[in-house]
């Protein structure tokens, strides 16, 4: 891990990104390939009904994907942590636990979708002339769920097992081998849609065997049955690791949702009938989504550079990323504007014939809904590069406000005022107010960049010692924001004369990550809860986790061989299994927290209560992100005290008898 930081901190801009965008374009494009394929023969052997009935379809295939993502980037994030934590037997089961999950959820949406099918299609938009393609399409595909589910959460965690190579290999077998037997099965068979899905069920089961073979050949971890048993604490953190992948895919199930019952509504009221708009807009939709997959893969190939040059404090090269991202982003969404302006047509005739209406409403849906799609190529790198600095709130609002906030209103608003073609002006409406909230916010962040530096406080604790303990031991401390904790601790390292660890555990991670003082001090043991939305597109682990694993490594290392006090930094977690540590809680009521924050932090009494319940917040959230425990939960800890019931001198003084008393008892 240290030498790739070196690399992100001072290889060749250009060098980095095609060293990571590359695979990551190529896996993005595969996928979208994948579905257009099918569309592209079917049009041809079927006709545009039969295109229109894959596409009502579709939004099933996309919740399969969403939580097949959702287990398999949430199973790699957990890999990554817990490698970099050194505990493979944890990291095993967190993805055995992921594959469970994806086998259980994927048998469950098989047999729910056999049985509910014509009811499902129903509120995807699904006509009475799409209504029999689709059923016939729809059921082979279901029984295709598992091998696409489990094949796609594998897929995830190969890459994560440092082995790219062989997840792309199986994702581009699938995807040739479904071009073969499409017009296979369509033409020579004259199977029609039942044979485009028994193409791709095959194809996905190919990658499914693939990916199941690898199982037994993963480099990082050995995995036995014990470890596929679904355990609740970390099913849970696998999938709060992957949730940020499910809401992006989620988000795209609404759309289509609301889009085909509204196309078919208006639709049915216009010369083009239901069907026209519903095929056209989703064959436009798939492939606006090539577009997109290139500069989704660009930035996210970039994520990684930026979050370590970000945590490094390195923004010039930050700088220098970011316009090299938009740049190329820029670059490739304009060749797609002046292709959806000028050939319309002839893209549209890709994927088959139609009438005089099928052919016009195509040209109006390419020249209409993707009229502003140039402003993907800000929009789309301003939401990955608020994921990779840690912006967590800023990268949600991105993430959302195109597709969830803008477009579905819009088209509900529009639709109602000027019908069909208010569904397609929709498209526009959305991709520029995304536009100019991506735009404010980033420039926003570029004129700060590097200018919210905070006079570092990274100084070692010069505490006495003159050990008066007769045995080694670690003290923990935990501790509520105001509380007092850390004066506490500090004093009962001074009386017990042995070492505090606290603030000099920044200059060590920052010597050995790279990371600055001044970005670790703000940033570690404060996570909110919007913070998993950072890690969608990580190549391994972001710097928050980063921060955890270095920090955790110090800890465990001091705990082998000192006598000492250690402040914060889920200490108490970390060293648990530890025979000689005392776990302590300092917490203390409001009031006093809020005098000792004025008296010693400045503040006047307003913004002290917000700190107070923010900071508090934040060390929650940090502590039940890499414990899956609650932080104020008693039985994590030895000895919780109030602060101010005996005041923090004697409450120091307490602690120091108890700690004692435990060392002869023991």
């Known amino acids: 891990m240290e030498n790739e930081e070196n690399i992100l901190g001072r290889e060749k801009i250009g060098k980095l990104m095609r060293k990571f965008s590359i695979p990551c374009i190529i896996s993005l494009l595969v996928n979208s390939l994948y579905n257009i394929v099918d569309q592209i023969f079917i049009g041809w052997g079927v006709g545009y009904l039969g295109n229109g009935a ?50 259980i959820i994927s048998l469950t949406l098989c047999i729910a979708t056999l049985i509910f099918l014509p009811q499902l299609l129903a509120i995807f938009g699904c006509t009475e002339a799409l209504k029999d393609f689709a059923l016939h399409y729809g059921y082979i595909i279901a029984i295709g769920f598992p091998f696409m ?8 965690i190969i890459r994560a097992d440092g082995n790219p190579k062989y997840a792309m290999t199986s994702m581009v077998t699938g995807a040739i081998l479904n071009t073969i037997l499409d017009p296979i099965f369509i033409f020579v068979f004259k199977m029609g849609v039942e044979g485009a899905a028994i193409a791709t069920v095959i194809s996905q089961g190919v990658t499914f065997l693939m990916n199941i073979l690898y199982i037994k050949k993963f480099k990082s971890i050995t995995l036995n049955k014990e470890q596929f048993k679904l355990k609740l604490g970390v099913a849970r953190k696998v999938t709060t690791l ?19 019952n ?33 500069i989704i893969g660009i930035a996210a190939g970039a994520q990684p550079i930026l979050g370590y040059n970000y945590g490094a404090g390195k923004y010039d090269r930050v700088k220098k990323t970011l316009k090299t991202v938009l740049g190329l982003s820029l670059v490739i969404s304009t060749i797609a504007f002046i292709l959806f302006q000028t050939i319309p047509d002839k893209l549209i005739s890709i994927f088959g014939s139609g009438d005089e209406n099928y052919m016009e409403f ?81 420039i926003g962040e570029i004129k700060h960049l590097g200018k919210q530096k905070i006079t570092s406080q990274a ?10 303990l007769d045995k080694q031991v670690v003290i923990t401390i935990a501790r509520e924001y105001g509380s007092g904790g850390r004066y506490v601790g500090r004093l009962i390292a001074d009386k017990l004369g ?98 000792r924050a004025t008296k010693y932090y400045q503040m006047d009494a ?23 425990k609650d932080w104020k939960d008693i039985g994590n800890y030895d000895i919780c005290l109030n602060s101010d019931t005996l005041g923090v001198e004697k409450t120091a003084d307490m602690i120091c008898e108890m700690v004692k008393e435990k060392i002869q008892i023991t």
Do not use: W
């Open 54 to 103: 894959t596409n009502v379809v579709f939004p099933l295939t996309m919740i399969c994907l969403s939580f097949a993502l959702m287990f398999g980037d949430g199973s790699s994030a957990f890999l990554s942590l817990k490698l970099g934590e050194k505990k493979k037997e944890e990291a095993a089961k967190g993805v055995g636990n992921g594959i469970a999950l994806s086998i």
């Open 149 to 156: 589910m489990i094949g796609t959460t594998l897929n995830s």
């Open 242 to 260: 992957g949730i940020s992948s499910f809401i992006t895919q989620m988000s795209f199930v609404f759309v289509m949702a609301f889009e085909n």
């Open 262 to 294: 509204l196309l078919a509504k208006y639709g049915s009221e216009s010369k083009f009938g239901s069907e026209i708009p519903i095929t056209v807009l989703g064959i436009v939709m798939k492939i606006s989504q090539i577009l997109n997959s290139i």
């Open 362 to 442: 195509a040209c109006l849906a390419f020249r209409t809904y993707l009229l502003l799609c140039i402003c993907n190529g800000i929009q789309i790198p301003s939401g990955i590069f608020f994921q990779a600095i840690g912006k967590s709130i800023k990268s949600a609002i991105l993430s959302l406000s195109r597709q969830i906030v803008f477009l579905i209103p819009a088209m509900v608003i529009l639709g109602g005022t000027f019908g069909i073609m208010g569904v397609l002006y929709a498209g526009p409406f959305a991709d520029g107010l995304a536009f100019v909230i991506a735009g404010i916010l980033l």
């Open 459 to 468: 100084l070692i604790d010069d505490t006495s010692t003159d050990n008066q």
């Open 498 to 595: 042995i070492k505090l660890y606290d603030k000099d555990f920044i200059i060590k991670v920052a010597e050995e990550t790279g990371l600055s003082e001044e970005y670790i001090e703000e940033n570690e043991q404060k996570r909110n809860a919007l913070a998993s939305l950072n890690s969608g597109y990580y190549f391994g682990l972001s710097n928050a986790d980063e921060l955890f694993v270095k920090e955790s490594e110090l800890i465990e290392q001091v705990a082998k061989t000192e006598t000492c006090v250690i402040v914060g930094r889920c200490a108490d977690f970390i060293l648990k299994d530890k025979p000689n540590v005392i776990k302590v809680f300092i917490y203390s009521d409001e009031k006093s927290k809020m005098e």
């Open 606 to 628: 307003k913004k002290a209560e917000k700190e107070i319940t923010r900071i508090d917040k934040l060390r929650a959230n940090h502590y039940k992100y890499y414990t899956s």
